[in-house]
């Protein structure tokens, strides 16, 4: 396991994202302040990324001069030689910088279509805004196309299935939508429970759609057969809500990764039993991502006692 030092703001870490920059790694990061960091894996090194107040020519703010952003939520893009960020926050609306000079680039309107959560796929950015109940795929010069309009969001994921790309939103239910065509798959509801975390997986000749709940149960359907078909009951992964989840290739397996308080808990993604679990105490889950840092395929994570982790598969294999 590669473990980060602490985030120079000796904070909280609320949101992360992994982007591949320049020939290396690089973790773009909120702090529980509304700051942006980034962390190289490769070097250690934390580096401060200063942005301009979005809505600071916006006349209704023109009274607040110190006003500054106040971020919650982070996607990071490389795109023609730019490092590119995506971010707003529970009372910010999403707006997209370019990190290396620090310019902002765009910005949506100041109307309290607060962020609900932001990702980066395939060389675009995935919006869902509180209010307005749409998720929206942005260029990187800012042109949207609205994916649709499904009631109160809480949270994207996004999947690689094979060939095929997913769009996943939750908050009733769980939505997917193809990234290719752009056209809405699956609608998928639990039994009970906002939809927290959204993600999917390959399972032999399936694939599963894998949410989280507020009331801490985890659902998993094929996307190829019924809404009301789940491929297992629900499970019951944790007393309280579950805000994060993740899969990961461990022992030859994809396994659902939760966070709990004191360690990570991995699930069996095609039959629901618990496969095992990897102690964090001290680290307090806030952000998960799956994905390939420095050529490998990682875990990272980062946490209320302000480090990042990047876990590989002996990290998590079954204790």
Request: proline share 4%; with cysteine.
């Amino acid at each position: 396991m590669l473990v980060s030092a602490r985030i120079p703001t000796d904070s909280a870490i609320h949101d992360l994202s992994v982007v591949h920059h320049a020939g290396s790694s690089l973790i773009a990061c909120a702090d529980e302040r509304g700051g942006v960091w980034t962390w190289s894996p490769s070097t250690g090194e934390w580096l401060a990324r200063p942005l301009p107040y979005a809505h600071a020519g916006d006349p209704v703010v023109a009274e607040f001069p110190d006003a500054e952003n106040s971020i919650d939520m982070v996607a990071a893009l490389s795109v023609d030689g730019k490092l590119l960020l995506a971010a707003g926050g529970d009372e910010q609306e999403p707006a997209f910088w370019d990190l290396g000079t620090g310019e902002l680039l765009w910005r949506t309107p100041l109307n309290g279509a607060y962020l609900a959560d932001v990702l980066a796929l395939d060389g675009a950015f995935v919006t869902a805004q509180q209010y307005s109940e749409e998720v929206r795929l942005w260029s990187p010069d800012g042109a949207d196309t609205v994916l649709g309009e499904v009631g109160e969001l809480s949270c994207l994921g996004g999947a690689r299935v094979g060939d095929r790309r997913l769009i996943l939103a939750g908050g009733s239910g769980a939505e997917v939508w193809d990234a290719a065509t752009l056209t809405h798959i699956a609608t998928f509801d639990p039994d009970e429970g906002r939809v927290w975390a959204v993600t999917a997986c390959a399972l032999a000749e399936r694939t599963a759609i894998v949410a989280a709940t507020e009331k801490g149960d985890l659902y998993a359907w094929d996307l190829g057969a019924g809404r009301d078909e789940p491929l297992y009951e629900p499970v019951a992964a944790s007393q309280g809500s579950l805000e994060t989840v993740a899969v990961m290739t461990v022992d030859g397996r994809p396994r659902v990764v939760t966070a709990g308080q004191d360690s990570l808990r991995l699930w069996d993604a095609a039959e629901g039993f618990e496969a095992g679990h990897a102690p964090t105490r001290g680290h307090d889950i806030t952000a998960m991502e799956s994905a390939v840092v420095d050529g490998r395929q990682a875990l990272v994570t980062a946490g209320h006692d302000g480090v990042l982790r990047i876990w590989d598969e002996s990290d998590l294999a079954a204790r």
